[in-house]
């Protein structure tokens, strides 16, 4: 369920008065998504998403976030372009909230990946990186190692309700990581949850990739071990290593990666791993029960985490 601020006609008329898209023909609120409110909406002029932008989302990093999307939208990337109303602004208020009108990106996102779409995903983030080179701005990554142990203590001891020993668990395995991630690495822009439900197929090919909410400036191949996590484990939660050669293969088509990201595939991957486990643990801990939100499960990704410090090398995701 992702309506959480609603639009009345009025209020919508009013606004789509400052934009140049025609007249309303058709609106309706969208299920799914966690953070935003996002109606799918029809004009004379075509098909539009709008979204409201809710509490978890900065107001101040909002042009950030749209700026890179246009961005990547300019260089032929099929991501969603904000559209500017006539004078020029792509944010507005409405029903209490900042909201945006994005282009409607067709396709379905894939509920079971095959090695199939992981190669085109994998083409698609490398072209996403390599399109945001040149966009100059940079954002910290507030969910990147730095916040991972905060976030865990603020967990505190609720995280063994969820299994018992889970806390000091994860606390050791934070140390591990931290201590192995890598100083440097190739940055730049990255997707940061480009997980099956962000892309969109049509006819086998990618036709979208949305949701770039928690995009920010960290290393490129942090954005691999995102994907490694999000597409290639299986429902028992095993590992398929030719979804990950198929990945990697795709990725390295575009932009072939360096002895040194390919050896961090191990950390980063853990790393991704905690980093999804411990917002969903947040979230399963303070999420009120009834709440609109559909909680995610932390513990499929406290399994990926010890699949990933079992591997040694790159080798180990087929690469
Ligand atoms: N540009 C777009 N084109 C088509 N559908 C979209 C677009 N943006 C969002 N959607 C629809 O809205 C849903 C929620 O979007 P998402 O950005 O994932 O929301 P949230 O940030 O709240 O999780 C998507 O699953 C999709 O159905
Ligand atoms: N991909 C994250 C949750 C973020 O949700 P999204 O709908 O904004 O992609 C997870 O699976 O934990």
């Known amino acids: 369920m992702a309506v959480y601020t609603e639009v009345t006609d009025d209020a919508l008329a009013g606004f789509l008065e400052a934009y140049d898209i025609g007249r309303v023909v058709a609106f309706r609120g969208i299920a799914e998504g966690v953070e935003n409110s996002n109606y799918s909406l029809r004009t004379t002029a075509g098909d539009f998403i709008l979204t409201l932008y809710e509490k978890r989302v900065d107001p101040a990093e909002l042009p950030w976030f749209l700026g890179l999307m246009e961005h990547l939208a300019a260089k032929s990337l099929p991501c969603p372009l904000p559209v500017r109303a006539r004078d020029g602004r792509n944010l507005n208020p409405l029903a209490g909230r900042i909201a945006a009108i994005t282009t409607f990106l067709p396709g379905i996102w894939p509920r079971r990946p095959t090695a199939a779409h992981c190669a085109p995903l994998g083409a698609a983030l490398a072209r996403l990186h390599v399109a945001g080179a040149d966009y100059q701005a940079e954002r910290v990554n507030a969910l990147g190692p730095a916040g991972w142990r ?9 995280a063994d309700r ?19 991630w890598p100083q440097s690495l190739p940055r730049g822009q990255i997707h940061a949850d480009l997980f099956p439900d962000n892309v969109f197929f049509l006819d086998g090919a990618i036709s979208g990739l949305i949701d770039f909410y928690f995009a920010a400036t960290d290393f490129f191949a942090y954005d691999i071990a995102v994907c490694l996590n999000a597409w290639c484990f299986e429902a028992d939660l095993s590992f398929n290593i030719t979804k990950s050669h198929a990945l990697l293969r795709g990725y390295q088509s575009v932009r072939p990666l360096g002895a040194k990201e390919g050896a961090a595939l191990p950390v980063l991957s853990a790393g991704a791993a905690m980093r999804f486990l411990l917002t969903r643990l947040y979230d399963w801990i303070n999420t009120p029960d009834g709440a609109l ?5 932390p513990m499929p990704y406290y399994r990926r985490l010890r699949f990933h410090t079992q591997t040694t090398s790159a080798t180990d995701y087929g690469l």
């Open 150 to 158: 905060p976030l865990l203590e603020r967990c505190g001891d609720s």
């Open 162 to 180: 969820v299994e018992p020993g889970l806390g000091d668990a994860l606390a050791a395995s934070l140390d591990g990581i931290l201590d192995q």
């Open 293 to 297: 939100v559909t909680r995610k499960d």
